[in-house]
């Protein structure tokens, strides 16, 4: 796969607040990447230093194995607020984008009418902007991004402040611009978002790189295990005496915790506690990225 | 299109679309000039507020009366406003060119010693006075020439009336019998007299020298129009077009550069810049911009000022247009600069009027700098505006040419590029590691 950003082993500080520590990242072509992390993790001094923005202390930063400095166009770049010119027509938003990105022609042309399309824009391509709903800028935003069609694309919180069906068509044009061969980086501390879209996550927390890896493989280092959580309206009653001794229960102020997992397990525990008095109900629990950085920032798990 | 002319089209497609940045732009400092222009300078006349400033320098104890006849005189003709030797300033001859070169009095008279006496000796060479105009043709010279023989009459003192007039006719008499005039010529004036249009027909003047036969014969004096240093006539309303213009393009300009600032904010500068846009090209097309604009209100100002105010500005076309053009490059440049200096549009916004409004009377927008103290004057000329207001007052306000106001042209090129460079330094190191 041709390597498309290289970061190795950037540091940067603010005064005496480190920053980033000795950060290393890859990101392919057709990769999508998460950075996850709370705020003041770093991310942000991250994306800035990949824009080139700031100048870190240490460290490089390649884009297509050629020094930052070097390169024009490659980058494309969807920030967290809506980067566009609220009083101007959503064509107007992307012809002015284009040819700042010195689009010309048929690929101006084409870029523009693209950027509606993706952005799903068509019948009110001579709206403005300002008169659009927020899942309707938050794709233009989106598409504005990607006007120049660049290899790499920088997402900082693209689906901030919207409803789920307005997040989810944003993710599936996300989804099918990297299925062309896009690459992107997104910074974001929506978890949920992450699973389904990026190849690899990055756990970033106080500058420090806590943990990377596909999806897959964060989650099953999760000391946390899945289980099924009963519910109660009073204070739980005690364990039933008939209780299999191969699944461990921990009793907590509300409920009863079993560790187990699937539909199997939600079945078992269905027809073990079917005649337990106050009972309300059944939630089955499984590990996520957030969980997972939970342990790694809260439980001193963070490396050395 | 090129990356410059799309930012450019972008911030003029905005403006267009902004009804209160445009009432802001244009309609308030419209409705503010046509305001200081009615009142405070009527529809266009003289630096002298609209009345006749009549100086008299030299007047001895002989010739006091003179003076007082001339105060007789403003009490029944209100638009007389007279400086004779009772004032607050002592009128020297020389400050008397100056005031009436400058334009802050209409006319004076300079008298030479005996010179009242002199009058009734017909006979003898007698001294003469000068009276200094800045135009030969201007109302305020016909009727002070007008003022003059009852006020010399009156000043003769009792009977003085009768001696000037028998003097003249005794002169007309002896013209006609020395066939200088004719008899009709002779009944004419001495009619002209008797009616008190004597001074009105003398109207000889055309500059320096003559002010025709009938003046001349009965008082000695000559006309001469003062060397005129600092363009007259000041026209108030063509001061208050570009004064007002100035003082709301700073405001214009620095909301520009607010809104610099928010787009840095909200990542539309970087996604520019990512693009391959270079920095200059971003601050250039807000300095373009803003040029355009101060280019439009001036011009809506100064066309207002032309066409109902009586500016008289339709020679003046061309030094204002680079004056404009020059300004406006000046405050682009000054508005992203003072951007840099901000850490956010808001704060811009609350210093805006903290800033803007005391170098804009510093620099004359709202008081004419010439009526300022020299230290105040001194600080404006400092500041981009204050230039920007003198330049305007030259070629609008007095109708100077482009080559008079060379100090304040070289001024605003040299601010527009220091502050530039300045600028563009300091966003490029912010937006560019």
Known sequence: MQTVLQVVSLSHRYGDTLALSRISLQLGRGEGVALLGPNGAGKSTLMKAIMGAIRPQ????????KPLNKQRGVLGYVPQEIALQEDLSVKENLEILGACAGLRGDRFRRGVSEGIALAGLEQRAHERVDRLSGGMK???????GLIHNPPLLLLDEPTAGIDPLETSRILRALKAWKAKGGSFLLSTHRMEEVEGLCDRVIFLHEGVLLEEGTVSEVLSRCQTKAAIHVLFSSTPPPIPSGWPRDLSVEVRKDRWVVSTSGSEGLATVASLVGGVQDLTGLEPHRPDLGVRFRELAGTGLVPS | ????LALWKRLALSMSRNPLALLMTFLVPLILFLFFSLVLGGSGGGGSGGGITLLLVGEE????PLSRAFEDLGGVNPSLNFKGKETEVAWTEERARAAVAEGDASLALLLPPGWLRGILSFDEPRPEATLLVSRPDSPASRIAQGLLIPAVASALGEGGFSIVGDALLANLDRAVSLGEISVEQHKVWSSAWMTGEAAWESQGG??????GLEMDALIPLHAEVAEVEEGIPFSVSAYYAGATAVLFLLFTVVHLGGRLLKEEKNGYIRRILLGGTPVSSVLAAHIVHGTGL???ALALMFWVAHQFLGAGLAGQTLPLLVVGILTGFAFGAFGIL???????????ERSSSIVILPMSALGGSMIPLFMLPVWVQNIGKLLPNGQAVVAFEKVGARHMYLSEITPQLLYLVVFTVVAFGCATTLWKRRWVA
């Open chain 1, 138 to 144: 938050r794709r233009l935003n989106l598409a504005a």
């Open chain 2, 1 to 4: 299109m090129i990356p410059f």
């Open chain 2, 294 to 296: 101060s280019l439009s």
């Open chain 2, 338 to 348: 003072f951007a840099f200096f901000m850490p956010d549009r808001e704060t811009l």
């Open chain 2, 206 to 211: 055309e500059g320096k020298g003559t002010l």
């Open chain 2, 61 to 64: 104890r002989d010739t006091l």
């Open chain 1, 58 to 65: 240490e460290g490089e930063i390649r884009l297509f194995n």
